[in-house]
């Protein structure tokens, strides 16, 4: 029986310099597909913004399935076309799954807080003022995910 030698392949070192700038690049346009545009999270938060305040002024019938459903949608229809990043991109990571899933929550505990000063507490416009707050967490925690996601994918450089 013959022993099997394992041949080492000789790489030129320019060839191998060119393939890892290719893989850096590739890296890089990763990240940055990943990332949403800068209007992205103001107006997802807008939407959460429009759903909150309709409960105070009493246009829940139209502004919650807008500022939940609808609306959403239509954002993340209009910034999948323009960049390529969808919402599912939210969950590509362990980080950015942690991310997500704290702004799901923090979301929930402003609209619990909300309709108990709104409605038990008859304090008016308190959702609407929880839902200013969940504008700045949506616009926040948002653009962290963006930078987590990258930094994750290795385009540290790319910044929203």
């Not at 000789?10 to 893989?23: F, G, K, M, Q």
């Not at 309709?54 to 829940?60: P, T």
């Not at 923090?106 to 003022?129: F, H, T, Y």
């Amino acid at each position: 029986m013959e022993r099997e030698e394992n041949a080492v392949e000789s790489v030129n070192p320019r060839d191998a310099r060119e393939a890892l700038d290719r893989a850096a690049g590739a890296r890089e346009r990763s990240a940055r597909a990943a990332v949403h545009p800068g209007w992205y999270y103001p107006a997802m938060g807008c939407c959460l913004l429009i759903a909150f305040a309709s409960v105070s002024a009493d246009l829940m019938v139209w502004g919650v399935p807008f500022g939940i459903g609808i609306g959403p949608a239509l954002i993340a229809l209009i910034a999948s076309g323009a960049s390529g990043a969808t919402p599912d991109r939210s969950y590509a990571t362990p980080a950015t799954r942690r991310i997500s899933y704290l702004f799901a929550l923090l979301v929930v505990v402003l609209a619990a807080i909300g309709l108990v000063l709104e409605w038990v507490a008859d304090m008016r416009w308190s959702a609407a003022a929880c839902g200013l707050l969940a504008l700045a967490l949506t616009v926040t925690l948002g653009r962290r995910l963006d930078r987590t996601r990258a930094d994750e994918l290795g385009g540290g450089e790319v910044r929203p």
